[in-house]
């Protein structure tokens, strides 16, 4: 594929990849950021979910996250384009300061953006501006150029992934009511006062989604984040508790996993506006 042209970033063509089964279950990691867009015969196992477009499928990696190749690879085999970029060339710019507001690059393989022909067209037209910079000779103005070309990019996959959320809303509902079966599921079983709190992590995983991808999805069907459902929730077991025992405010607070009551009563007064006892007197 030959040397890079830029000691910061570089694009590589899919079809001229190819590997075998050495590399086959072998765990792959970089310092890098990649985007990657790779048709449907891509070499990756992107789970048994169900996707709107057979082709086309844009994954995301930060770097030290981990990717295992499930089999080999032939020149040709593999449609597309790769972006590796290292944080240097972002570090002292806007976007260095943004970039983890992108949440899809901490997505779960198997939560791919996964595009239209016209979407395909439009990131790959950023690509082919960002490939005839890195081909450029290096000026004072090549790392805005690069940076605002990437940030471009990325706010197509942004535009993308939340048409990608509209469109799968009713399987995101299907989400949202698990969750909140979860929720009840833990509380009626005392997992709050044998595991503590229910974390985002928890509910994740039972959801078989990754930890980002659960809150993005919470927060554009209902406008709350995964913690925020988890405050809800326990605040709403904790004005049962209050009305409907003699608990005190403290015995209610290790009831509903808290370890410190103080922490109890500073998110009860945030989200009702009173006191646990003043909500019980009142």
């Given amino acids: 594929m030959g040397k890079p042209m830029h000691p910061l970033i570089t694009i590589i063509d899919t079809a001229k990849m190819a590997y075998g089964e050495e590399i086959v279950g072998v765990k792959i990691s970089s310092d890098l950021y990649c985007i990657a867009l790779k048709d449907k015969s891509c070499a990756m196992d992107y789970g048994r979910n169900h996707y709107d477009f057979d082709e086309g499928a844009l994954i995301f990696t930060a770097p030290q996250q981990v990717i295992t190749l499930n089999k080999p690879q032939r020149l040709n085999e593999v449609q597309g384009w790769m972006l590796y970029f290292h944080p240097d060339l972002i570090r002292n710019t806007a976007l260095g300061t943004r ?20 979407e395909q067209d ?40 939340e048409r990608q959320f509209n469109t799968r809303s009713a399987q995101n509902k299907d989400v949202i009511s698990k969750v909140e079966a979860l929720l009840k599921d833990y509380y009626q079983s005392d997992q709050l006062l044998t595991s503590g709190q229910p974390t ?68 009860f007064k945030n989200k009702t506006g009173m006191t646990p006892q003043a909500y019980r007197d009142n």
């Avoid at 970039?99 to 016209?118: G, K, T």
């Avoid at 508790?241 to 410190?260: P, Q, V």
């Fill in 200 to 267: 985002i992590a928890y509910l994740a995983q039972q959801c078989f989604v990754s930890p980002s991808y659960l809150s993005d999805l919470l927060k554009k069907e209902t406008g709350k984040t995964t913690k925020d459902h988890i405050n809800d929730f326990l605040i709403e077991k904790a004005k049962t508790l209050l009305l409907n025992s003699s608990d005190s405010i403290s015995g209610i607070a290790y009831t509903l996993g808290f370890n410190y009551p103080h922490y109890f009563s500073r998110l």
């Fill in 122 to 161: 439009t990131l790959t037209t950023c690509i082919q501006m960002i490939r005839k910079e890195v081909s450029a000779r290096i000026d004072n103005h090549s790392q805005q150029v690069l940076v605002s070309n990437i940030e471009l990019l990325l706010n197509y996959c942004a535009r993308y992934y």
């Fill in 99 to 118: 970039i983890d507001s992108y949440s899809f690059f901490n997505y779960a393989v198997h939560e791919a953006l996964h595009l239209s022909e016209q």
